[in-house]
Nanobody, 115 residues
C-alpha cells in the first residue's frame, strides 16, 4: 500500500482558511480516486470530498453537503497528490482530516477552528 503524507493542518479562526495537501510517496501509481474524510471526537469518519483523476477519470468531484461552496478539492498533475482548500471555516469543521488514495489512508492531520 502507498504511504500518504498529509500537511497543512493547524489552527484557524472562524471565517479563516487552510489548505491541506496529501501526496502518495511510495508508489508511482496514478490513483483513480483520492479524497478527504474527517472525524470529530465522538463521531464516525465522514466523507468531506473526493475527486477522480483528470487523466484516467473525468475529474469528477463529490462534496459533503456541509462543505459545498466552502471547500474545493483538486488533484495534482502527477495523479498522486490531492489538495483541499478550505475557506469560511467554522468551528464544526474541527476534526482530524484523513487523506485516502484507493485503499490507502494517511495518518490524519488535525484541523481546529476556534477564536
Amino acid at each position: 500500500q502507498a504511504q500518504l503524507v498529509e500537511s497543512g493542518g493547524g489552527l484557524a479562526q472562524p471565517g479563516g482558511s487552510l489548505t491541506l495537501s496529501c501526496t502518495a510517496t511510495s508508489t508511482n501509481t496514478r490513483y483513480y480516486l483520492m479524497g478527504w474524510h474527517r472525524q470529530a471526537p465522538g463521531t464516525e469518519r465522514e466523507l468531506v470530498a473526493q475527486m477522480t483523476d483528470n487523466v484516467i477519470g473525468r475529474g469528477q468531484v463529490d462534496y459533503a453537503d456541509s462543505v459545498k461552496g466552502r471547500f474545493t478539492i483538486s488533484r495534482g498533475v502527477g495523479g498522486n497528490t490531492v489538495y483541499l482548500q478550505m475557506n469560511s471555516l467554522q468551528p464544526e469543521d474541527t476534526a482530524v482530516y484523513y487523506c485516502n488514495a484507493g485503499s490507502s489512508w494517511g495518518q490524519g492531520i488535525q484541523v481546529t477552528v476556534s477564536s
